[in-house]
């Protein structure tokens, strides 16, 4: 199981307005959470003119404190930039996904806000009716269609998106096509859908980067 979570806040430093989450099993989005949440500080008028979140409809609403439980207990938590929502969050437990550095790796050369993806991508979301984007229930709607859009496209479940959320700390370059017809396409991509062709450079051309021969290697192994 797979829990996308979101939060909309009073800044980028923090202060929950409202917290949201949806969950992934099967392929499909059931569960769907959300709270608005009486924050510790005072709404900036940069993050109100995103959210559209007031401080008239956060007034009495309950705590952080007093909502998160109903969201923790999850093995696993993807959010669409990651640290920053673990970060202005209470200790969950469990371990995190990043849908944005996942889409990094699997789409470079794009803009990978969470609207921009769902549009490029054309995502199959219907967010619930009376929300907007930067809400947080709907935002993660968009996040959990991406995050099944990177199942379907990369064939992987956890340990390989496991992989794909990390910072990369080999070449990246390595993990993309330099010339050819996939030319810019990840190769995790292409080693799913077009194997063969991994074989065939390493069998025919011997002129190929240490790091990308590698990369190669390892894909047909299936040890991305």
């Avoid at 980028?12 to 099993?25: Q, T």
């Avoid at 705590?63 to 920053?84: K, L, M, T, W």
């Avoid at 996942?102 to 789409?107: E, G, I, K, S, Y």
């Avoid at 050369?109 to 229930?137: C, E, F, I, M």
Wanted: with cysteine; aromatic share 8%.
């Amino acid at each position: 199981m797979f829990r996308v979570i979101d939060t909309e806040t009073c800044g980028l430093e923090g202060g929950i307005v409202e917290i949201a989450s949806i969950d992934v099993i099967d392929g499909k989005m059931m569960n769907p959470m959300s709270d608005l949440v009486c924050p510790d500080r005072p709404i900036s008028s940069r993050a109100m003119a995103i959210h559209r979140i007031t401080p008239a409809m956060v007034a009495g609403k309950p705590y952080i404190e007093d909502v998160i439980g109903r969201y923790q207990g999850s093995p696993c938590y993807v959010a669409h930039n990651a640290s920053f929502d673990r970060r202005v969050l209470p200790e969950m437990g469990g371990e995190w996904l990043c849908t944005m550095k996942m889409a990094r790796q699997l789409w470079p050369g794009r803009k990978y806000g969470n609207q921009a993806l769902r549009h490029s991508l054309q995502l199959d979301v219907t967010p619930p009716a009376g929300l907007h984007a930067h809400r947080a229930l709907y935002d993660c709607y968009v996040t959990a269609a991406l995050l099944l859009r990177i199942m379907e496209e990369s064939g992987q479940q956890l340990t390989g998106l496991r992989t794909l959320s990390q910072p990369a700390s080999r070449d990246v370059a390595a993990d993309i096509f330099p010339f050819g017809k996939y030319r810019g396409q990840p190769v995790a991509l292409i080693a799913r859908k077009d194997p063969g062709y991994l074989r065939w450079m390493l069998d025919n051309l011997t002129d190929l980067r240490p790091a990308f021969r590698q990369t190669l290697q390892r894909y047909l192994k299936g040890q991305p």
